[in-house]
């Protein structure tokens, strides 16, 4: 095993870091000579613009295309501003299809067009028919890379194809059976092929269970689907049922990276694509919008405590313990979004079974909510030496707690329902419900009791 495989990213980190701040850029970009292009997209997105720049500079353009399309999107904006045409040309013009489709959307409308008149003719077409559909959708992540074959041949007159081909497309398990229209009939391990006699017709070796994707597809639903049936590749038909492309592993690999990391930045408002390094103005823009929606909820919970200014005035106890009801519901209701937000990510919370979960949370609340409504009571009881206080804060948990974990399970297919990602939205509009209906319940009891 080499050096560099034996060495983790943090050594590889701080050593370029050395590198750069001594300003040691040839020694800097050395560092990187023999790694993945995987890894050098890392260590870009891990330092500063100035010196990523710098570092860009000295990669090789034959490199530079494969760690293009490993960058995130902010990353690869910024690199290929600084590029001029020709070494854009020269950086892509030797990615695959789809890779390339990944990467055509930040490029200058001038360098794209020098790009298009590099591609042959096929190529050229292939590149329109994977960008006609959706980034986030199955055509969009297709390779259109593809090895087919008619039903009326043997298993010699395959593996004769496979050989004049001399090459085989990256991740190829199987080939694909289609018939004269170029519709698709099932699919054909290679192992199948290497394991059958020569005379073999291979009709009777298609595997016909293995269904196609279909184009239109959202590429959350492919990752489920190689998930669920330990898919390697898979073919994607078109809407007449014509073969057009495949989905590989690698390419899944990417989709599920990209919805962990969407689904905890959305939470704290943030965009997965943002650069870490990115301009202060850009991310202070970013970030503004967010905190601007949080003071709106904010101030929606204080015109609801400002209801209740006078029980507060004559009982301070109940300024000093309202943070309580308020945090608990949130933790509880929280707890209940994000399981049930995943859940209608991977497909397992559905509305034919949300109801059922609905109740069981909701149960979980209750449960929860007099379990800990004693405890905050008696801790209650012993500060103040106020009974009704502590019955009051009792009370309230429990309200807020059951509240909770009903808001939490039916929001997400609430806002899904209106076009809104419940991860990006959840949390905030959560807070505020329990917050709200924490405050009203504890100060609207303490009202009245009290």
């Known amino acids: ?88 040309v020269k950086a892509t013009e030797g990615l695959d299809t789809d890779d390339l489709a990944d990467i055509v959307p930040n490029l200058p409308e001038s360098a794209l067009h020098n790009l298009l008149l590099t591609l042959d003719h096929k190529h050229r077409d292939h590149l329109k028919k994977i960008l006609s559909y959706p980034e986030d959708s199955a055509g969009g992540l297709m390779n259109i890379d593809i090895i087919t074959v008619r039903s009326d041949v043997n298993v010699r007159t395959v593996i004769r194809y496979l050989r004049l081909l001399k090459k085989m497309p990256i991740d190829t398990d199987q080939v694909f059976v289609v018939d004269r229209a170029y519709k698709y009939l099932g699919a054909i391990h290679v192992s199948t092929l290497l394991t059958n006699e020569a005379e073999q017709n291979i009709d009777p070796l298609i595997n016909k269970t293995l269904r196609p994707i279909s184009a239109d597809m959202p590429e959350r639903k492919v990752a489920h689907l190689f998930e669920q049936r330990n898919l390697i590749s898979a073919p994607v038909i078109d809407e007449n049922n014509q073969l057009i492309g495949r989905i590989t592993i690698d390419d ?33 823009k970013r970030r503004s919008i967010w905190l601007g929606v949080n003071l709106v ?10 209801l209740f200014e006078a029980t507060l005035q004559e009982k301070i106890a109940l300024a000093i313990l309202m943070p309580v009801v308020a945090s ?7 707890q209940t979004l994000i399981l049930v937000t995943r859940g209608i990510a991977t497909g397992r919370v559905t509305t034919s079974n949300l109801k059922v979960l609905m109740n069981k949370e909701v149960a979980i609340g209750f449960l929860n909510g007099i379990v800990w409504s004693l405890v905050i009571a008696l801790a ?71």
């Open 380 to 450: 209650t009881y012993v500060w103040f030496e106020d009974i009704m206080l502590s019955a009051v804060i009792a009370l309230a948990i429990v309200v807020n707690l059951i509240f909770a974990a009903f808001s939490g399970a039916f929001l997400p297919s609430l806002l899904i329902k209106f076009k809104i990602d419940p991860a990006l939205a959840g949390g905030v509009i959560l807070t505020t419900i329990t917050d709200v209906i924490g405050f009203v319940a504890f100060l609207g009891l303490a009202s009245l009791v009290i």
């Open 1 to 88: 095993m080499s050096e560099v495989e034996n060495t983790s990213f943090e050594d590889c980190l701080q050593r370029l870091m050395v590198s750069l701040e001594a300003s040691l850029y040839e020694e800097a970009t050395s560092q990187l000579a023999g790694l993945h292009s995987g890894e050098i997209a890392r260590l870009l997105e891990a330092v500063p613009p100035k010196e990523r720049s710098k570092l860009w500079q000295g990669i090789d353009s034959s490199t530079q295309g494969d760690v293009l399309k490993e960058l995130s999107e902010d990353v690869q904006e910024q690199l290929l501003k600084k590029m001029d045409v020709s070494s854009i």
């Open 297 to 306: 909820t904010v101030f929606i919970a204080v015109f609801f405590i400002g």
């Open 328 to 334: 608990m519901g949130g933790i509880a209701g929280t």
């Open 252 to 284: 899944v690999v990417d989709v599920i990276r990209d919805e962990a990391e969407h689904s905890v930045m959305s939470m704290a408002g943030l965009d997965e694509e943002e650069d870490v390094f990115a301009p202060v103005v850009q991310s202070t």
